[in-house]
Structures are given as structure tokens and as C-alpha cells.
T-cell receptor
Framework: NAGVTQTPKFRVLKTGQSMTLLCAQD?????MYWYRQDPGMGLRLIHY???????AKGEVPDGYNVSRLKKQNFLLGLESAAPSQTSVYFC???????????FGPGTRLTVT | RKEVEQDPGPFNVPEGATVAFNCTYS??????FFWYRQDCRKEPKLLMS???SGNEDGRFTAQLNRASQYISLLIRDSKLSDSATYLC???????????FGSGTQLTVLP
């Protein structure tokens, strides 16, 4: 099993550009999450999904949109990137019975 | 006040030492507690869950004090491979949402 995968692994954007980060999981998990991690801030929840076709806002949703059209995929979009969105983005998933979250390897995004 | 607070360290200890990390949480309704480990430039991974009765996994012991809203992690006989950042994690709401502390950095020195 691949577990949770994320693409791309690295990306550099210019201010105002848009991009989509893809998260895919092969564990048939219902719940999926997008976090960002900044130095000294820990992981902060951006958006999450409790099942196919559902999304909800987390702690820091502004500037991001998400979609969960298929159960195994969770997309994070940046419509107009800003330097404040320079961060490491982690996707995670979990099932309904246990609360361990399984994380992808992360996407390192730099906005110049 | 942050919902989950940890001493950021860094903790630099010699191999074989015992080291303890502490964490406090602010939401008294918190339901589940965990320690995650994150290696440099890698994703977080679950180290262990924390139960009210305390639990042990090899060299690692986790304790929970609900009255004081305090969680601890004890590592005995530290190994070089224990060098990592340890994240205190709390679940307080529905939808399996977790709140992460900012982490405590540990370096075990030879």
C-alpha cells in the first residue's frame, strides 16, 4: 500500500499564481485533512472532509479552497498565492474507528 | 493562549539518558490524547496514544492527568534514533479533528 501520497513534493510560485495540491489515499478512509506547518506554529488545520462530497473549514481556511469529488482524493487549491502561504503542506487521513491520522510526505511550497 | 502548549526545547541529552516532555491543553472537554513523532523534513507519525491509566510501550511511557490537563512523555535509555520532534496532540471535537502542539525538539548525543 502506498498509504497517503501528495503531489507535487516541491513548488515555487509567484505571487498571484494559482495551483492545486493533490492528496490521494488508498486506505479507504472516510476522513481527510489538509494542514500547513510553519516554524514555531505546529500543524494548523486548513480544511477537512468527513466523506466524499463534503468539505469543512478548519482553523486557517482563508485563501484556500478544497474539493473531495472522489473518496480517495482531496484537493487543496490556492487561487491567488501570497507570500504568507509559503509553508509545508501535509495531507492526512483517518478511518471511522481509530483516531490515528496517517500523513502524506508533504509539499514544500514557496511563494515569491 | 494556545490550545496545546509544549516546551519547544531543544533538549540535548546523552545516549542512555532519561528525558521527559510535558504538554498542557486548555480544553477540558478534550477526549483523546496522543504523542506523534516527526523526523526532520518528514511527516508526523503516531508514536503512542495516551490513556488515563498511563501506558507504556518499550522505553516510552505516557501519562495523562485530566484534572491538571497535563500530558507527559518519558523516554528511558535514549537512543540516537530517538532524535526527532515530539508533538503533543489532542482531539477535542467531532470529525476526528486533532490539535497539535508546536513540538519539542530532542537531540540525543553520542
Amino acid at each position: 500500500n502506498a498509504g497517503v501520497t501528495q503531489t507535487p513534493k516541491f513548488r515555487v510560485l509567484k505571487t498571484g499564481q494559482s495551483m492545486t495540491l493533490l492528496c490521494a489515499q488508498d486506505m479507504n478512509h472516510e476522513y481527510m485533512y489538509w494542514y500547513r506547518q510553519d516554524p514555531g506554529m505546529g500543524l494548523r488545520l486548513i480544511h477537512y472532509s468527513v466523506g466524499e462530497g463534503t468539505t469543512a473549514k478548519g482553523e486557517v481556511p482563508d485563501g484556500y479552497n478544497v474539493s473531495r469529488l472522489k473518496k480517495q482524493n482531496f484537493l487543496l487549491g490556492l487561487e491567488s498565492a501570497a507570500p504568507s502561504q509559503t509553508s509545508v503542506y501535509f495531507c492526512a487521513s483517518t478511518d471511522g474507528a481509530y483516531y490515528e491520522q496517517y500523513f502524506g510526505p508533504g509539499t514544500r511550497l514557496t511563494v515569491t | 493562549r494556545k490550545e496545546v502548549e509544549q516546551d519547544p526545547g531543544p533538549f540535548n541529552v546523552p545516549e542512555g539518558a532519561t528525558v521527559a516532555f510535558n504538554c498542557t491543553y486548555s480544553n477540558s472537554a478534550s477526549q483523546s490524547f496522543f504523542w506523534y513523532r516527526q523526523d526532520c523534513r518528514k511527516e508526523p507519525k503516531l508514536l503512542m496514544s495516551v490513556y488515563s491509566s498511563g501506558n507504556e510501550d518499550g522505553r516510552f511511557t505516557a501519562q495523562l492527568n485530566r484534572a491538571s490537563q497535563y500530558i507527559s512523555l518519558l523516554i528511558r535509555d535514549s537512543k540516537l534514533s530517538d532524535s526527532a520532534t515530539y508533538l503533543c496532540v489532542v482531539r477535542s471535537g467531532s470529525a476526528r479533528q486533532l490539535t497539535f502542539g508546536s513540538g519539542t525538539q530532542l537531540t540525543v548525543l553520542p
